[in-house]
């Protein structure tokens, strides 16, 4: 989960061009149509984004085939490099829909099955991992609560999730994800996002391996801690800071995965002395807290 820039790039100059070309298939269909594509263009940027107030034109098939086609292969000029950049270049190392590390896919933030007109609009692909999979959620028409854009929502830049952590037994908890903020202005649509857009699976195998590690050795996960670690849970408290401060600049974004597993500890006082004391015990074993 990632604030990025709001693209800079002229889409109605692209739809232009396209719509121009008699050589593709969309011709003469978009051509004919071109005032409504612009038109809904422009309602996306005014709602940003929000899928309540946002409502797909009518396609028929062959029109909606074209459409998908021209972002699968667009046409060489400029947004085909627009469509690689946003793949490989504007946020490779987290997923700004989900937080983990992977950015391999591009999401339409509206499907582009159901909305093809945004097929290739620039405010609607999203770089993300595997979260971008079929039948992920974007709204509750009933509820409006709506999953979180990367190219809108603010909030986004402040911290809003971290790991859950569920006992009795800490050596092997149940971990899962929790809001962490009370703010009404988001938290309906951050709970709609846990729900409906973060891939709970991959989250979840991430969390458990994270703990894993961190239990045998523990600097794998929380590098600021010292190789010899004899202390209380206020000790470190410090140390989970400093590591969770470098997770944040790292990511630029203090939604990442890594951030989430250290503000989840951080939240927990019995989490923090129960780890203080392991940590105490393999120093004190000589089983020294090695990378
Ligand atoms: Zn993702």
Not at 13 to 19: D, F, K, N
Not at 123 to 141: E, S
Not at 160 to 176: D, E, K, Q, T, Y
Not at 199 to 216: E, G
């Amino acid at each position: 989960m990632k604030r990025l820039p709001t693209p800079a790039f002229n889409d109605t100059g692209a739809l232009t061009a396209i719509s121009g070309d008699t050589t593709l298939d969309s011709h003469p269909v978009l051509h004919n149509h071109l005032a409504a594509f612009q038109a809904a263009y422009t309602n996306y940027a005014l709602h940003h984004g929000d899928p309540n107030q946002i409502t797909a034109i009518p396609q028929t098939a062959g029109i909606k085939d074209a459409l998908i086609g021209h972002y699968s292969s667009p046409p060489t000029g400029p947004l085909k490099i627009y469509i690689d950049s946003v793949r490989n270049d504007l946020s490779p190392d987290v997923c700004p829909m989900c937080g983990s590390f992977n950015t391999y896919n591009i999401d339409h933030f509206f499907p582009k099955d159901g909305y093809p007109e945004y097929s290739f609009f620039s405010l609607n692909l999203v770089p993300a991992c595997r979260c971008n999979r079929k039948g992920r959620g974007l709204y509750n028409h009933g509820t409006r609560a709506r999953a979180l854009h990367p190219y809108f929502d603010n909030g986004l830049t402040v911290r809003l999730v971290r790991m859950s952590i569920n006992g009795p037994n800490f050596r092997v908890p149940a971990l899962g994800l929790e809001p962490c903020t009370a703010d009404p202005a988001i938290l309906p649509n951050l709970n709609f996002h846990l729900d409906k857009v973060i891939y709970k699976r991959a989250v979840q195998s991430f969390l458990i391996k994270n703990w894993r590690k961190m239990r045998t050795r523990p600097r794998k996960i929380i590098q600021t801690l010292p190789r010899a670690f004899a202390g209380d849970a206020v000790a470190l408290t410090g140390y989970l800071n400093d590591a969770l401060d470098l997770m944040d600049d790292k990511y630029e974004t203090p939604n990442n995965w890594d951030s989430m597993f250290l503000a989840g500890i951080l939240a927990r006082q019995d989490v923090l002395a129960w780890l203080a004391h392991d940590f105490t015990e393999l120093t004190l074993g000589n089983r020294l807290l090695t990378d």
